[in-house]
């Protein structure tokens, strides 16, 4: 796979995310609230951080094209690591589960359409 299709899955990925996170921040019922949600002020409270990390230089290399290869690559070896280290905490949740349906979900890969 080349290393410019990675980086665009890995930009829908991110991008993705931040979709899913703003529209679920979004999601509000419809009458009027007289007071912030729960939501509001969870995203009130960490506005200047959210806004850090949109600008981090990783990410606007990511989205522009810009960053390095090696810089990507670096990340995708880093990425591997954290999912394997993951997956053996999921696993570990699983075999301490209370609920077989509930360790079978944490055994299950997403693919599957598990956890």
Same mark, same amino acid.
């Given at each position: 796979?080349? *290393?410019?299709? %990675? +980086?665009? $899955?890995?930009?829908?990925?991110?991008?993705?995310?931040?979709?899913?996170?703003?529209?679920? #921040?979004?999601? =509000?019922?419809?009458? &009027?609230? $007289?007071?912030?949600?729960?939501?509001?002020?969870?995203?009130?409270? %960490?506005? !200047?951080?959210?806004?850090? $990390?949109?600008?981090?230089?990783?990410?606007?290399?990511?989205?522009?094209?810009?960053? #390095?290869?090696?810089?990507? +690559?670096?990340?995708?070896? +880093?990425?591997? *690591?954290?999912?394997?280290?993951?997956?053996? =905490?999921?696993?570990?949740? /699983?075999?301490?589960? !209370?609920? /077989?349906?509930? #360790? %079978? $979900?944490?055994? &299950?890969? !997403? +693919?599957?359409?598990?956890?």
């Amino acid at each position: 796979m080349s *290393h410019i299709l %990675i +980086q665009s $899955t890995v930009m829908r990925r991110l991008c993705g995310l931040r979709v899913l996170a703003l529209s679920f #921040a979004l999601m =509000v019922p419809c009458c &009027q609230a $007289t007071e912030p949600s729960f939501s509001d002020e969870l995203w009130s409270d %960490i506005r !200047p951080l959210y806004e850090k $990390t949109l600008k981090h230089p990783f990410l606007a290399g990511l989205s522009d094209g810009s960053l #390095a290869r090696s810089r990507f +690559q670096y990340y995708l070896v +880093q990425d591997a *690591h954290y999912l394997r280290a993951f997956a053996k =905490v999921l696993s570990v949740l /699983a075999a301490k589960a !209370p609920r /077989a349906e509930w #360790a %079978i $979900t944490l055994n &299950q890969s !997403p +693919q599957n359409g598990g956890f």
